[in-house]
Structure formats: structure tokens, C-alpha cells
């Protein structure tokens, strides 16, 4: 690349990082403060709850919530990757069909900026973004687990970088969102989209739960693969979090390619132009309104 490309490619990555730097203190503070407030409350509950199990209830088998591992796997570690999902529908939705339903878009566009520096820089910016939640939310075990009398089931500096373990669920998430905003021309569009596909494999999930013979469902949806209902009694699979991370590569390379094809502001959206519409001829400007 060349030297302006790599400026322009930097700016972009720090103007995205200051967009979302109070959805990153917001997200990550409020998880933060829950996995704080969890370990607060994890001797009262392990003292209630000593010695019983609890049986599959649609989330996975608990077991013992008396034993810390278990307890914060189910009471922070399932909901967790389905609030990353949130963040990443509202936060990728907005980097690009956001950027154009605002008319700003253009904007961007009528600078010596190239499309390709555009979106990547946006999408490292994005995914910095999620690894600062995930470490404030580490933060908040750290603030309290020490305190805390955890039965010498598990070290705090476990707890601490357990939430890292969803950073590649969440980058796939955000990728995903990235693409689904190259299909539509609103946030509205795309978040549309995004709700919908995580809601289905969120079901999927539950479903694969309550009975055995529907438990192949999970190896069709991302969640399974997140590892975070098991993160902290099985530790992490590698070759799921491998395969994450490829998905959100493949996502991205799919949105760049879609994002160079398309007309920006003119009412169009990629749902309404034949796949096999030829991009512009290489070296042609990406400003006006009718950039492709």
C-alpha cells in the first residue's frame, strides 16, 4: 500500500475508535459491573445452593452452582456472547449503512480515500473496539474475585482473561453485521437482517438443548462455537475459535467485494442489483453520488 493509503487507512481507524468510544465504555462498563456484582454475590448463592443441581432447563446441563466455574459460566458467560451480538448489531450496523443513510457517506467518499481503506479501516476499528469491552469487563472480576472466597475452585487471573474467549464470537458477529450492511442501504436494513439470523441461532442453540435427539442443531449455529457455555470447566476449543475467526475474515473479504460494487446514494440497495453487476474499471474515482 502506499504511504497515503496507509495515513488515510489510520485515520479511518482512529476517527471509528472515537465514534465508539463511549458505546466501548458503556458495553464494557456495564459488563464490568456485572461480572462484579456475580462475584459478590456468589457466596450467598453458592451457600443456597450447595449441593443441588439443577437440571437442564434449555441452556446446557449446570450442575452445581455452588462450584464458581459453573456458577459464572451460567450467570455471565451464556448471556455474554448474546450481549456482544447486541453491541455488534448496533455498532457494525452503523460503520457503513449508518454512515449512509446519514448522507455522510459521500462524504467520505469524495476524499482521496479509497473504498478498500474505508471499510478495513472501519472494521479494525470496530474489532479494537470489542477487545476494549471484553478487557473492561475482565476488569470488573478483577476489581472484586480477589475479595471473594472462591472455594480455591478457580484463580482470578482465570476469571480475568475468560472474557477474551468471545473476542473472535464477537469479531464474526461484527463481520457479519459488516456484510448484512452491504446488503441493505439503511442500519435499519441491516440490523433488520442481523436480529433476525441471531434469533434463529440463538433458538437453534436452545432447541439442541432439551433434547438429545435434536442435538446436532448446535453445529449449525455460532453460538455453539463461542465456547462460552463451557469456557471455564472445558476451556476453550481452538479449531472453533480458528473457525470464528475465518468466518469474519470470509464475512469481510464478501463485504469489501459487495461495498466496491455498489452505488451509494441513490436509493439502491445490493438486494435490488444483479449479482453479476461488473464493478467500476480499477482507478476510477469513488466520489459523487454515484461512486461504485
Known amino acids: 500500500m502506499s504511504a497515503s493509503t496507509v495515513r488515510a487507512y489510520r485515520s479511518i481507524v482512529r476517527k471509528t475508535l472515537r465514534d465508539l468510544r463511549w458505546q466501548v465504555v458503556g458495553w464494557g462498563v456495564g459488563l464490568a459491573g456485572l461480572a462484579a456484582m456475580l462475584v459478590l454475590l456468589y457466596p450467598l448463592i453458592a451457600e443456597q445452593f450447595e449441593g443441588i443441581e439443577i437440571e437442564n432447563i434449555g441452556f446446557g446441563e449446570i450442575g452445581d452452582l455452588s462450584n464458581p466455574r459453573e456458577f459464572f459460566e451460567i450467570e455471565f458467560f451464556t448471556w455474554s456472547p448474546v450481549l456482544m451480538t447486541v453491541f455488534a448489531i448496533i455498532a457494525g450496523g452503523a460503520l457503513l449503512a449508518g454512515e449512509e443513510g446519514a448522507g455522510t457517506l459521500e462524504l467520505l467518499l469524495s476524499q482521496p480515500l479509497s473504498r478498500r481503506a474505508l471499510l478495513l479501516g472501519k472494521a479494525t476499528g470496530v474489532a479494537l473496539a470489542a477487545v476494549g469491552i471484553l478487557v473492561l469487563a475482565g476488569v470488573g472480576f478483577l476489581l472484586t474475585a480477589p475479595w471473594i472466597d472462591l472455594r480455591g475452585e478457580i484463580a482470578v487471573g482465570e476469571l480475568v482473561v475468560a472474557p477474551l474467549s468471545l473476542l473472535t464470537f464477537t469479531w464474526f458477529a461484527l463481520a457479519a453485521t459488516m456484510l448484512a450492511a452491504t446488503l441493505g442501504r439503511t442500519r435499519g436494513q441491516a440490523a433488520a437482517l442481523m436480529t433476525a439470523a441471531a434469533f434463529v441461532a440463538y433458538v437453534l442453540l436452545i432447541a439442541a438443548d432439551l433434547a438429545p435427539s435434536l442435538d446436532w442443531l448446535r453445529y449449525l449455529t455460532p453460538y455453539h462455537y463461542s465456547d462460552a457455555q463451557r469456557v471455564l470447566t472445558e476451556g476453550t476449543v481452538w479449531w472453533h475459535q480458528g473457525g470464528l475467526l475465518a468466518a469474519a475474515l ?38 459523487g453520488a454515484h461512486a461504485g
Open 250 to 287: 470470509v464475512c469481510v473479504w464478501i463485504a469489501l467485494v459487495r461495498f466496491q460494487r455498489r452505488e451509494i446514494g441513490v436509493g439502491h440497495s445490493l438486494l435490488s442489483i444483479p449479482l453479476g453487476r461488473k464493478s467500476r474499471p480499477e482507478g476510477t474515482t469513488d466520489s
